[in-house]
């Protein structure tokens, strides 16, 4: 079986790299004034791979991070999937042109799925990911303000059939918790859904949970607060899922 991928988050809220609790904007903690010194913390131990999420965007609905992006791409080689506030052509270009490898598309999938479709025809469906947060099952929107009326598995069949590859599945009830991941929701995806990379995000408490989640079969896990509350040595998640 192939190795998960570790993929670190870096949230950013004016222009700071901080976490939330549940996505609940009043527990906003912050853990570093420059998040590009933190990416480059990243891949000096080899790390490859970056989420980065504007959540100001998400909450707002179009970028408001996009100086970040831009200083994290321009000062590592990371690969980064970039999401929160791209609701627009104008949002999806300004990413890419910001230095993003592949958007994440959550609430717009939701709330306009012509625009997503056609970002998965024009970019192709390498550079889209899907974006599934849910809770009880629900996906939910805005920066987890709303949640919708679509169900997790008939959201993933339509986009599926349209064409997504890859999707990052998070359990809002989990996220920032520490207590970990969803890991019964994520083996019902995949026995479901097996040609989608799932990338798990949401609860990852230590370093067992990312075992869990890369022996089920998840492509690719989404870390946060447990790096930055020291919960995981990212050395030894490189020692043992990259190098």
């Known amino acids: 079986m192939a190795k998960i991928k570790i993929i670190p988050a870096i949230d950013t809220i004016k222009g700071k790299c901080v976490r939330l609790t549940k996505g609940d904007y009043n527990t906003e903690k912050v853990y570093s004034e420059d998040p590009l010194e933190v990416a480059r913390n990243f891949e000096a131990l080899g790390i490859t791979r970056l989420h980065l999420v504007d959540l100001e965007g998400a909450k707002s609905g179009h970028i408001c991070n996009a100086e970040v992006l831009r200083r994290v791409a321009e000062g590592t080689n990371l690969k ?21 490898n592949q958007v994440t598309g959550g609430s717009i999938a939701v709330s306009n799925p012509e625009l997503m479709e056609s970002w998965l025809d024009k970019y192709g469906a390498d550079k889209i990911i899907l974006g599934a947060d849910v809770r009880n099952e629900m996906v939910s929107i805005s920066g987890w303000q709303k949640d919708s009326d679509y169900h997790l598995y008939k959201f993933l069949e339509k986009y599926q059939a ?78 043992e899922f990259i190098l």
């Open 80 to 100: 980064i999937d970039f999401g929160g506030g791209v609701k627009s052509n104008e949002d999806i270009e300004l990413a890419f042109k910001s230095g993003a």
């Open 162 to 239: 349209k064409g997504v590859k890859s999707i990052i599945c998070t359990d809002i009830s989990k996220d920032g918790m520490l207590q970990g991941p969803a890991v019964d929701l994520y083996k019902g995806v995949m026995k479901e859904f097996p040609e989608l990379n799932l990338i798990a995000s949401g609860g990852v408490s230590n370093i067992e949970d990312v075992r869990v989640l890369s022996e089920i079969g998840c492509w690719g896990v989404i870390i946060g607060k447990a790096i930055y509350e020291e919960r995981i040595d990212v050395n030894e998640l490189v020692n």
